[in-house]
């Protein structure tokens, strides 16, 4: 399960839901930059690392290889389970995951500053400069966490090659290696029983022919590679991100399920061509309750992009979507869909790669009826109003995907279910009465 626009999509609701029917759930990219909410009757869980199945005490929790992971963040989020009473027993963590270290985000909130009017929208936790060091082969690893004098020795190494950048390239004072040792072995006790072989866990649990859901983190807009490059995470949130953020297959995997909100949302810099600035904007921004999990930053927002959305769609052969949010709409007297863009007087249909081309983009509307009265108590497409409904076909058919779930409140039963959206009909469209064909 997936982002289908910039993230902040409502994937923390599905990935609930989903959890119902999950034997196992897998985390598998992003670090504590991501955040979901989901609303259990009257309690309201804020989760960064762990996933959302937490929450159902028979389902197995895995952060993969392709996470990485804050330890603080993690124990205080365990802690906070605790303290509501949720088991974290079944949370287990993979092994090569790699660590995010103090001077990560010095070096993350310190180049964000520097980039001046370039800035990227980092959430300055210090996801980056974690991925760089990856890349780089200099990285701290879960398994390095468990052994003391291993990590003893990359620490020093590392905590002085680091010293060097902060102090000569960004001013600021030097880490001390052994204050930071001392706190990491400490985090690495409690974490012990949680850590395991994440790629082997997860293959036994196929072989079991258990039920397993992948959870991305951010959206597709914000892949590394296939996003709205530069403004984009350091990982694939993307459905192929999957196998090597899990260690699993592709040949394992056997559905695909988008989320995207019923409107689009932006957090952070980069352009947002559906964006709208005026009063519309705000209501939007006020009834979606749209401020970041993680950052609290107020989100962008704007009408539905069906270009980016049709991009998802290839990009991670979606076979069905989850609609969150249709209630924000019910006030509106007309809602706008993007259907395509103007590109330098021409039509265009398809996503720009050049973050130049996409600044320019202009967006060529669709403009429906809104419905004007409350969704929220709607618990099948009958009790929708008609142009609800309608707007929902328009969306299906413009991304020539089926709508399985539409959400309509951040609480549990605030849903309709259209189809099985794990073993539903593929590729399907929504006909006239709203049913798959």
């Known amino acids: ?15 609930d839901l989903l959890s119902r029917s999950a034997d196992v759930v897998v985390r598998y990219q992003g670090g504590v930059n991501a955040g979901h909410t989901v609303v259990v009757r009257d309690r309201t869980f804020k989760l960064h690392l762990i996933p959302s199945g937490i929450l159902y005490p028979d389902t197995e929790c895995i952060i993969g290889s392709g996470t990485v992971i804050d330890p603080q963040v993690l124990l205080d989020e365990i802690d906070q389970l605790d303290k509501l009473g949720i088991a974290t027993g079944n949370l287990f963590i993979s092994q090569t995951a790699h660590v995010t270290m103090p001077y990560h985000r010095l070096i993350d909130s310190a180049s964000e500053d520097k980039r001046g009017d370039r800035k990227i929208g980092t959430t300055k936790r210090g996801i980056g400069p974690t991925y760089a060091d990856k890349s780089e082969r200099t990285g701290i690893r879960m398994i390095d966490l468990m052994d003391a004098d291993n990590l003893r ?10 010293n ?33 072989d994440s790629s082997l866990k997860i ?36 459905a192929g991100g999957a196998c090597i953020g899990a260690g699993v297959g592709p040949t394992i995997i056997d559905r695909v399920i988008g989320v995207a909100k019923a409107y ?6 980069g352009p947002f061509p559906t964006e709208l600035h005026g009063e519309v904007g705000q209501l939007l921004g006020d009834r979606g309750a749209e401020f970041g999990t993680t950052t609290g930053r107020r989100r962008r927002c704007g009408w539905f992009d069906g270009v980016i959305g049709r991009y998802a769609v290839r990009i991670n052969g979606l076979d069905c979507l989850a609609i969150t949010k ?47 009265q409350s ?32 959400s309509l409140g951040a609480s549990r039963d605030q849903t309709i279910v259209v189809e099985d959206p794990i073993h539903g009909p593929k590729r399907a469209l929504l006909n006239d009465n709203g049913a798959p064909v």
């Open 264 to 269: 689009t949302t932006r957090v952070g810099e």
């Open 375 to 406: 969704t929220a108590d709607c618990r099948s497409l009958n009790d929708l109003p008609s142009q609800a409904l309608d707007y929902l076909k328009f969306l299906a058919e413009l991304m020539e995907i089926p709508i399985a779930i539409v």
């Open 1 to 15: 399960m997936i982002g289908a626009q910039w993230g902040d999509e409502g994937k923390g609701k599905i990935t």
């Open 326 to 372: 249709l209630d924000v709409l019910d006030e509106l007297p007309e809602i706008k869909v993007c259907v395509a863009y103007e590109l330098d007087g021409e039509a265009c249909r398809e996503f720009p790669s050049s973050a130049r081309q996409f600044a320019k983009c202009q967006p060529v509307y669709k403009t429906l009826p809104g419905w004007q």
């Open 153 to 162: 020795d990359q620490l020093h190494w590392a905590v002085s090659y680091k």
């Open 164 to 196: 060097a950048i902060l102090e000569k390239l960004y001013g600021l004072p030097p880490l001390e290696p052994a204050g930071i040792i001392e706190q990491y072995l400490g985090y690495a006790e409690r974490l012990r029983p949680h850590v395991v």
């Open 203 to 238: 293959n036994e649990a196929v072989r079991r022919r258990q039920n397993v859901l992948f959870e991305g983190a951010q959206g597709t807009l914000l892949d590394l590679d296939h996003g709205t490059y530069p403004y984009v995470t350091s990982s694939n949130p993307i």
